[in-house]
Nanobody, 119 residues
Framework: QVQLVESGGGLVQSGGSLRLSCAAS????????MGWYRQAPGKQRELVAR???????EYAGSVKGRFTISRDNAKNTVYLQMSSLKPEDTAIYYC?????????????WGQGTQVTVSS
């Protein structure tokens, strides 16, 4: 099974920036779309941004223009650059990847990283 390990979360003031990273590791695999989801207390998990292997991107309306997703296919790593952060961006951020391994395809999830934006 492929493992996704996130890093880069933390506490930041409103208007500040953070960069999240997510690295996939395992044996003999490739990744299709990779993305970031978030879940705030009492709310459902929601898509933040997603990027295809070819680089096509999709963003939630609430983060468009403030967040940028990118990836390094050689490193099987996806990044989320977050700028102009707002208190409502506070959530646990989860990395997701469509994994192709042993002729099968499945969704992999990271353990989550906390992002807290203070007002």
């Amino acid at each position: 099974q492929v493992q996704l390990v996130e890093s880069g979360g933390g506490l930041v003031q409103s208007g500040g920036s953070l960069r999240l990273s997510c690295a996939a590791s395992g044996s003999t695999f490739s990744t299709n779309a990779m993305g970031w989801y978030r879940q705030a207390p009492g709310k459902q998990r929601e898509l933040v941004a997603r990027i295809s292997r070819g680089g096509s991107t999709e963003y939630a309306g609430s983060v468009k223009g403030r967040f940028t997703i990118s990836r390094d296919n050689a490193k099987n790593t996806v990044y989320l650059q977050m700028s102009s952060l707002k208190p409502e961006d506070t959530a646990i951020y989860y990395c997701n990847a469509g994994v192709v391994q042993n002729l099968g395809v499945y969704d992999a999830w990271g353990q989550g990283t906390q992002v807290t934006v203070s007002s």
